[in-house]
C-alpha cells in the first residue's frame, strides 16, 4: 500500500515496538512533522523510544506511555495510524487479553473509525467481521482510497481453542472468513472526502472481494 507522507498532525494509537513508523519515517523521508504515538505498555513504550532513538528520528516519532483518547484531545490531529487488537472471543479470558478487539474481534477499530479523523490507515482481520467493520467506515463517511492485503498464518494467540471455536462460530454467520490455517490481514487508508475528491473510487467492495474469499 502507498500512503505519500507529506506534513499533517498524526497520532498513532498503540506504537507496539514502534518499528511500522521508524520503518516509514527513514525509508520515505518526506514527512516534516511530528507522529505522537501512545502505547499503554510501558515495557513497549520504553523499547519503541529506544528504537526511534537508535534510529535516528526520536525527533519527528514521539512515543508517550500514556492514555490515546486524551491525547485525542490534547494534539486534534487530522490522520490515525493503528494495529487495533482484533482477537475475536466472548470476552477477554484469553491466553493475552491485551489483544482482545471485542466480541467480533472488531469493536475497537470501529470506535477508532468513530472519531472523526480526515484519514485513518489501520489493520483489518478477515475473522474479525470485516464486513460489518468497513460497511461502519462507510457510514462515518468514509472512502477506502487504498489498501494492501497479505495471508497469515494462525498464531500462538489466534489459534487458541477458545479464540478458535469462537471464530468458527462467527465463521458460520458469515462474520469470519478464514482457511484451516491461514487468515487474511488488510492494511487500509480510510479517508473523509474533501469536495474535490468526491468522484475518487471507493475500493470498499474490492477489499471485501478479497477478505470474504477464505471460506
Known amino acids: 500500500m502507498y500512503f505519500k507522507i507529506v506534513y499533517m498532525q498524526i497520532i498513532e494509537f498503540g506504537t507496539g515496538d514502534g518499528s511500522p513508523v521508524i520503518h516509514a519515517l527513514e525509508t520515505w523521508g518526506q514527512y516534516t512533522g511530528v507522529i505522537h ?9 520504553t523499547a519503541a523510544r529506544h528504537s526511534a532513538a537508535a534510529h535516528g528520528v526520536s525527533n519527528q516519532y514521539k512515543v508517550l506511555n500514556s492514555c490515546f483518547f486524551k491525547g485525542l484531545e490534547q494534539l ?27 466480541v467480533d474481534g472488531a469493536n475497537l477499530t470501529r470506535d477508532l473509525m468513530s472519531l472523526g479523523l480526515d484519514k ?25 482510497r487504498d489498501f494492501m492485503v497479505t495471508a497469515m498464518p ?9 479464540v ?3 471464530i468458527t462460530q462467527m465463521k458460520d454467520e458469515r462474520k469470519a472468513f478464514f482457511s484451516p490455517r491461514t487468515y487474511l490481514l488488510a492494511g487500509v487508508l480510510l479517508v473523509k472526502p474533501s469536495t474535490g475528491l468526491r ?11 478479497v477478505m470474504t474469499a477464505l471460506h
Not at 493503528?82 to 471485542?102: F, Q
Open 154 to 162: 494462525f498464531g500462538k494467540y489466534s489459534s487458541e481453542p477458545k
Open 76 to 102: 486534534r490531529p487530522s490522520t490515525l495510524v493503528a494495529n487495533p487488537p482484533y482477537v475475536a472471543a466472548p470476552d477477554n479470558d484469553i491466553m493475552m487479553p491485551a489483544l482482545h478487539g471485542g
Open 37 to 45: 504515538g501512545f502505547e499503554i505498555s510501558p515495557s513497549a513504550a
Open 199 to 209: 468522484q475518487q473510487k471507493d475500493l470498499t467492495d474490492e477489499v471485501l472481494a
Open 164 to 166: 478458535m471455536r469462537w
Open 120 to 144: 485513518v490507515m489501520l489493520l483489518i482481520s478477515s475473522y474479525s467481521n470485516p464486513v460489518e467493520t468497513l460497511q461502519h467506515a462507510r457510514r462515518q463517511g468514509y472512502i477506502l
